[in-house]
């Protein structure tokens, strides 16, 4: 057996013996996805937001155990003196390294499976695509468990480690949109969001795992809606449909841009669910203006 997969099998059998890990990466986040899946899956009239909770609290997760993955054990073996043990052995960095991360990927995959069952019970229908949705966790938990290597570096104790770390990813899974919807946000809040890690996350997972109702009754598997809008008010200004009958899809933009109605306004309008129009809302409702585009 190689010095990595015994330092692997070593870390995996310690997390699966800490309670404080096993809490942190199934419980709490299996907790999560059922409290705002009960509380606000349908907070929309007409739309099932089981999907998109879901997606956001798989990304919150990851990003969750990618940070603890690369800063609790340097923190501990700080602590405990095992920098010095593996100091006598031929052990590099890079050896080190990768087998916490190896370690942590495995608790990624299996919380993201948990999580995915755990949704589908609640009501998720998922898409064909759902497997693609493993891709941004993956990239999401990497750049995390990096952060993580440098909180662990950094601070001296194992108790510092963990209040950064939380105050680390806690803040940032807010403003992202991953515990709360970005619309319920204040405003600096949701000038903020785009530039998190855990915002983008979240987005590319939803993308795979969920999409509109009615274009999965039609059987349409590829297409996209973009919306254009000014800055401040947000005044429709155009927009893209690429998608099996664009041209009638075109039509609600056409109207938008002529009568130069706001995105708030497109949002607003009544549209049958399931419809395909429902997405023209819902990208509508995604450029809402706040203080920081004036």
């Known amino acids: 057996m190689t010095r990595y997969r015994a330092l692997t099998n070593v870390l995996l059998r310690y997390d699966l013996r800490d309670w404080a890990t096993l809490i942190f990466t199934f419980l709490f986040p299996a907790g999560l996805l059922v409290a705002l ?3 606000m899956g349908d907070s929309i009239e007409g739309m099932d937001l089981t ?6 609290v798989m990304a919150f997760g990851a990003a969750f155990v990618g940070i603890f993955a690369g800063a609790t054990h340097l923190a501990l073996w700080r602590e405990n003196g095992m920098f010095v043990v593996l100091r006598s052995f031929p052990i590099s960095s890079n050896t080190v390294i990768a087998a916490q991360a190896t370690a942590g990927m495995i608790f990624l995959i299996t919380q993201a499976l948990a999580l995915f069952g755990i949704a589908m019970a609640l ?28 909180v662990g570096i950094i601070l001296p ?3 510092g480690v963990s209040m950064a770390a939380v105050a680390i990813i806690i803040p940032l899974g807010m403003i992202g949109g991953a515990m709360m919807p970005i619309e319920t946000l204040p405003s600096w809040a949701q000038t903020a969001a785009p530039y998190t890690p855990i915002y983008h996350m979240r987005e590319a997972v939803t993308m795979p795992l969920a999409r509109n109702p009615r274009a999965k009754m039609l059987g349409i598997q590829e297409g996209f809606v973009k919306l254009f809008a000014s800055r401040g008010v947000g005044t429709v200004l155009g927009g893209v449909v690429v998608a099996p009958r664009a041209s009638e899809l075109i039509f609600p933009v056409a109207i938008a841009v002529q009568n130069r109605l706001s995105v708030d306004q497109v949002a607003a309008t009544f549209t049958v669910y399931p419809s395909l129009t429902g997405t023209l809302a819902e990208a509508a409702r995604r450029l809402h203006p706040t203080d920081g585009d004036a």
């Open 37 to 39: 899946v009960l509380t």
């Open 51 to 56: 999907g998109p909770i879901s997606a956001n």
């Open 123 to 150: 009501g998720m229908t998922p898409e064909a695509t759902a497997p693609i949705a493993l891709l941004p966790l993956i990239l999401g938990f990497l750049l995390f468990f990096m952060l993580g290597v440098l």
């Open 157 to 159: 104790s194992m108790a």
